[in-house]
């Protein structure tokens, strides 16, 4: 599996941007995905993560009324739509998927964001100023 992301950037605080995610090779053996970021001298945190076969979704208790993550099936496509961005929002934001029992989880809602998927891309930077 293989994860390419796309769309970060730099925007003021207040604004808004939107992160792709595409998955390819043995994507249709994935069973949920996330994202996860990592500023300077931090580790890495999970963002939101989704449960492909229902939509099922949960986020970090700083992003949520903030992020919004969704997938489109027909695209194969992940995303994550961030709206009232925070300076402190700013890091390196990565896509993540897995297929194992750890995406129960994800369906239950009792995800830690704990950064343990099996699949990762290389990152998009957000900076927020």
């Known amino acids: 599996v293989q994860l390419v992301e796309s769309g970060g950037g730099s925007v003021q605080a207040g604004g808004s941007l939107r992160l792709s995610c595409a998955p390819s090779?043995?994507?249709?053996?994935?069973?949920?995905m996330g994202w996860f970021r990592q500023a300077p001298g931090k580790e890495r945190e999970g963002v939101a993560a989704?449960?492909?076969?229902?939509?099922?979704?949960t986020y970090a208790d700083s992003v949520k009324g903030r992020f919004t993550v969704s997938q489109d099936n027909a695209k194969n496509t992940l995303y994550l739509q961030m709206d009232s961005l925070k300076p402190e929002d700013t890091a390196m934001y990565y896509c993540a998927a897995d297929r194992s029992l750890k995406c129960a989880t994800v369906l239950r809602g009792t995800w830690s964001g704990r950064a343990d998927f099996g699949y990762w891309g290389q990152g998009t930077q957000v900076t927020v100023s």
């Open positions: 989704i449960y492909r076969g229902t939509g099922s979704t």
């Open positions: 090779g043995y994507a249709a053996s994935i069973v949920c």
